[in-house]
């Protein structure tokens, strides 16, 4: 059993009681909150819903900006094709291994905490990297096959690293 803070056990008993609550309650409470009048479409169930966020926002703060793009591109797909594939960026754990075959070399990149090493020199981006094995701008996740329609490399994982 996990032990709350006093915010956290005032959060979740002020959520607690939002369903008992009457449509009158909930719009007072929105005005309190929001310090302006509630959508008048907003019926108690989404009421209840964007109360409960608000008050998660304040006591433990909002997603950040890259978070809130990534779930903006999203909504804007599926708007545009209610039945498109989401493709999620992948994320690569430290210590991962990108391995790509370019004119019959096998070059490896491994993953570390805040950049990339190859051939025993450190990396910002993946694209410097893409950028000395080629000769030409790429874009270095296309490049290393992390984006859609890139080539293929193989993704290998050192021993006690996951992806």
Known sequence: MSVQSPAEELVAAEIAILPGCS???????????FRGE?????GPDLLRRSIAQKLQEDAYGKLSPTAQRELNRIVTLLAKN?????????????????????????HRVTVAENGFSYQERSYA??????????????????????RQGAPKPSLMQEP???L
């Not at 449509?23 to 909150?33: D, F, G, S, V």
């Not at 509630?38 to 907003?42: E, G, H, K, R, V």
């Not at 989401?86 to 210590?95: E, F, M, S, T, V």
């Open 82 to 106: 209610p039945t498109a594939r989401i493709d999620l960026p992948r994320r690569i754990k430290a210590g991962a291994v990108l391995v790509r075959d370019w004119k019959g070399t096998a």
């Open 23 to 33: 449509i009158h309650a909930l719009r007072e409470r929105w005005r309190a909150l």
């Open 125 to 146: 981006s993946l694209s410097e990297i893409a950028r000395e094995i080629t000769g030409t701008q790429w874009n270095g996740p296309r490049f290393f096959g992390l």
């Open 160 to 162: 006690g690293h996951g």
């Open 38 to 42: 509630p959508p008048p479409a907003f």
